[in-house]
């Protein structure tokens, strides 16, 4: 009984020092939901300038319909796929990713097909359009490195004893990170 006793004084004073952690948690948590946030605000202003780049595109005599089909599909997919930020589990960062993929890939064919076109390749709001998704990429690539980040400190915060007994108790869990696509290390083929 007085080892027992002995224990729990020693429990009482580590959680006492340490002060659990529970705010700090909370504090991580946040700036997790924060960052998807701004992840989530890159892909919805890809997302928004998809169908003036398609109406765009549309005007072109005779432009590939199949090729502005997969466009439009891709976008429907990739903005069918909501997650908050309570469900970052790997495996749902990785379904949004992939529908997120697959858009960024349907864009890919759409802008190498333009190269065929010279009238739309010089038409200015086309090249306005063009730029402006350049710019998107770059950002969507800029927040999902900054949540990536964010998600490695809370994950690191919360698996750190002894706080990763309260982040049990308390319901924090894991995070998923943004990984490299499918394919993304073998790289691309390119000929003249």
């Given amino acids: ?12 004073i580590l959680a006492s020092q340490s002060s659990c952690g529970y705010n700090d948690m909370v504090q991580k948590d946040e700036q997790v939901a924060s960052q998807w946030a701004q992840v989530q605000n890159s892909y919805q202003r890809r997302a928004d300038l998809v169908p003036n780049l398609v109406n765009t595109v549309k005007g072109a005599a005779n432009f ?10 891709a976008r429907a997919k990739a903005t069918s796929v909501n997650l908050n930020a309570d469900q970052l589990t790997p495996e749902n960062i990785q379904k949004f990713q992939a529908a997120q993929g697959q858009l960024s890939g349907s864009l890919s064919r759409l802008l190498a097909t333009v190269e065929a076109y010279p009238d739309l390749k010089s ?20 927040e999902r490195q900054k949540f ?45």
């Fill in 64 to 73: 590939e319909k199949t090729t502005l089909t997969d466009v439009i599909e």
């Fill in 148 to 192: 990536n980040s964010t998600v490695q400190d809370y994950n690191s915060y919360i698996r750190a004893f002894p706080r990763n007994f309260f982040a049990g108790w308390f319901g924090f869990e894991r995070k998923g990170y943004f990984e490299a696509d499918a394919g993304a290390q073998k790289a691309p083929t390119v000929q003249f």
């Fill in 1 to 12: 009984m007085k080892k027992l006793l002995l224990y729990l004084v020693g429990f009482v």
């Fill in 123 to 142: 038409n200015q709001n086309f090249l306005e359009l063009q730029a402006q998704l350049e710019g998107t990429e770059n950002r969507i690539s800029v």
